[in-house]
């Protein structure tokens, strides 16, 4: 059964924009903070930004003013605007819930140029 499906990844030149989106299933959506994390080559996993059931949010430093993340409750969803895009953020994009993880799901490709 897939529970994560996300979307909306592509190539675009630095600067530009992309919006990311996450379909979750109910199961794994509600009641959970959830996550996106990117993984880019030969370097582990991290965790990007999260949401909680409220719409608190946390980001890392380095997309801290570039990225939102935002959830909507209703259609078990959550995005991700992308602004201002570097180089550095290359990477696949994945999404989960954070402290109750499940399988992950493809991901989506997001590639930079310079």
């Known amino acids: 059964q897939v529970q994560l499906v996300e979307s909306g990844g592509g190539l675009v030149q630095a600067g530009g924009s992309l919006r990311l989106s996450c379909a979750a299933s109910e199961r794994v959506f509600s009641g959970n903070t959830m996550g996106w994390y990117r993984q880019a080559p030969g370097k582990q996993r991290e965790l990007v930004a999260r949401i909680t059931i409220g719409g608190s949010t946390y980001y890392v430093d380095s997309v801290k003013g570039r990225f939102t993340i935002s959830r909507d409750n209703a259609k078990n969803t959550v995005d991700l605007q992308m602004n201002s895009l570097k180089p550095e953020d290359t990477a696949i994009y994945y999404c989960?819930?954070?402290?109750?993880?499940?399988?992950w799901g493809q991901g989506t490709q997001v590639t930079v140029s310079s």
């Open positions: 989960n819930a954070v402290y109750r993880p499940v399988v």
